[in-house]
Nanobody
Framework: QVQLVESGGGLVQPGGSLRLSCAAS????????MSWYRQAPGKERELVATISSGISSTDYADSVKGRFTISRDNAKNTVYLQMNSLKPEDTAVYYC?????????WGKGTLVTVSS
C-alpha cells in the first residue's frame, strides 16, 4: 500500500524559508516522478513542482520559480521542497503526490502559514 507522509510545515514570516519532506513507502520510489501540490483556503489544489525519476529533471509553477526547489533522495525514499523568500500568498496546505499505474496517491498534507 502506497503511503506518503509530509512534514516540515509551520508558521514563518514573509521572506523566510521552510523545507518540506515527504517520506514514501509501498512503492519502488526511484521509478516514479514525485510532485508537490498546494491548496490555499477557498482555492483549488494547484501543482507546485515535479521531479522526474531517472535524471531528476524538475518543473515548477510560474508563481514559485526561482524561490522553491524540489529534490529527492532515492536512498531515503524522500522528496523535499525547499521554499525560500516565502510570501503570504504561499500560505496553503502542501501535499505530496505520486501517480502509480494511473492512480493518484496523496499524503495528508502539511500546513504552511506565511504571516508576520
Amino acid at each position: 500500500q502506497v503511503q506518503l507522509v509530509e512534514s516540515g510545515g509551520g508558521l514563518v514570516q514573509p521572506g523566510g524559508s521552510l523545507r518540506l519532506s515527504c517520506a514514501a513507502s509501498g512503492l519502488t520510489f526511484s521509478r516514479y516522478a514525485m510532485s508537490w501540490y498546494r491548496q490555499a483556503p477557498g482555492k483549488e489544489r494547484e501543482l507546485v513542482a515535479t521531479i522526474s525519476s531517472g535524471i531528476s529533471s524538475t518543473d515548477y509553477a510560474d508563481s514559485v520559480k526561482g524561490r522553491f526547489t524540489i529534490s529527492r533522495d532515492n536512498a531515503k525514499n524522500t522528496v523535499y521542497l525547499q521554499m525560500n523568500s516565502l510570501k503570504p500568498e504561499d500560505t496553503a496546505v502542501y501535499y505530496c503526490n505520486v501517480r502509480r499505474y494511473g492512480l493518484d496517491y496523496w499524503g495528508k498534507g502539511t500546513l504552511v502559514t506565511v504571516s508576520s
